[in-house]
C-alpha cells in the first residue's frame, strides 16, 4: 500500500499545484487555455509516438486486456439506462451523468500507469485509449442525440473527431514505427523524448487549473450517481471481466487504473457544445478528481502486492 500511495501523493499534488496557480492567476489566465492545447496537441502524443515506437510490443497479448476495458463501459452504460428509468434524469443531466460516468481523464491514466509499472504500463495504457477513446466518443455524442432534442448529431463530425483525435494518431504512429521496425534518427528520437519529458507534468497542473469547487455547493443527487458509478461501479465490474477473462496481473492492474479514473475536463467542453448540463458537469469533474485518489488507491491495493 506504500508504494501506491507514494505514487499516487506527486500525481495529486501536481494537481493542486495546478489549482494554486489558477487561484493566484499565475502566470496569467490566458496562459492555460495555450498550455492546454501544446499539451494536448504536441507534448502528450510525442510521449505517445516515442514510447511506443521504443518498446517491446512482441510480448503483449492485448485482445483481452482491450476487451476488458471496453465491455466495462458496455455494462456499466446498460446499467446507468436502467437507473435513469427510475430516476427520469433531466435529459441535459443525463447527459452530463452519461459523461462522468464512462470518460475518464487520460494525462492522470498515463501518468500513474508509467509512475506505478515504468514503460510496460504506459505501453499498455496507450495501446487501451487507442480503442477506448472511439468507443466514448460514439456513446457520448449519441447521448446528446437521444436524450437532448437541439443536439446535432453529425456522423461525418465524429467519424473527423476520432480520426483527427491527436492521442489515436500518436498511439497509430507510435505503434506504426514499431510494427514496420523503422528506426527514427536519433535527432528526431531526441527531440520526441525531450518533448515528451514535459507531458505529463503539464497535463496534470492543467487539470488543477480546471476545478471548480465553488460548484460543489449545489449537490445534485446526479451528481453522486455519477461519481458512484465511475469511481465505485466501473472498476467493480471491470475487475469482475478481467478476471474471467484471465488477463495478467498487470494487465489487471492497468485496466483497473482505467475504470477508476475521474472524468476528463474535456466532458464541459461537450457538454457547453451540445446542450448539457454544464454546471452539474464541471461539478462531477471536480468531485471525481478529488475522491479518486482515495478510491483509486483502495482498489489498486486489490491487485498490487
Partial sequence: MEHIITA??????????????RQIKFPSEGFWPSADKLTYYVLMPSLLV??????????LDGFNFVMTGLLGILVLLFILILVNKKMKMEGSAFTSVGQGAVRFNTYVFLALSASLFGDEGLILSALLITFAIPLINVICITLFALYVSD?????????KSIFTNPLILACLLGGGINFI???????????FQI????????????VGVGLE?????????????????????LPVITYGIGIYLDISTLALSVVLIFAAMPTAPSSFVLA????????????????QTLVSIVTIALFIQMVVK
Fill in 8 to 21: 499516487l501523493i506527486p500525481i495529486f499534488s501536481l494537481i493542486l499545484i495546478g489549482y494554486f496557480f
Fill in 151 to 159: 443536439s446535432k448529431l453529425s456522423i461525418k463530425k465524429l467519424v
Fill in 195 to 206: 518533448l515528451s519529458s514535459a507531458a505529463l507534468p503539464m497535463g496534470l497542473l492543467s
Fill in 272 to 287: 457547453r457544445q451540445l446542450g448539457g448540463d454544464v454546471k452539474l458537469m464541471s461539478s462531477i469533474i471536480t468531485l
Fill in 181 to 191: 521496425g523503422f528506426s527514427m534518427p536519433i535527432p528526431i528520437e531526441k527531440i
Fill in 213 to 233: 469547487l465553488r460548484g460543489l455547493k449545489d449537490t445534485k443527487n446526479e451528481l453522486f450517481v455519477s461519481t458512484t458509478f465511475k469511481l465505485l461501479l
Fill in 50 to 59: 516515442y514510447k511506443l515506437s521504443t518498446a517491446s510490443l512482441n510480448a
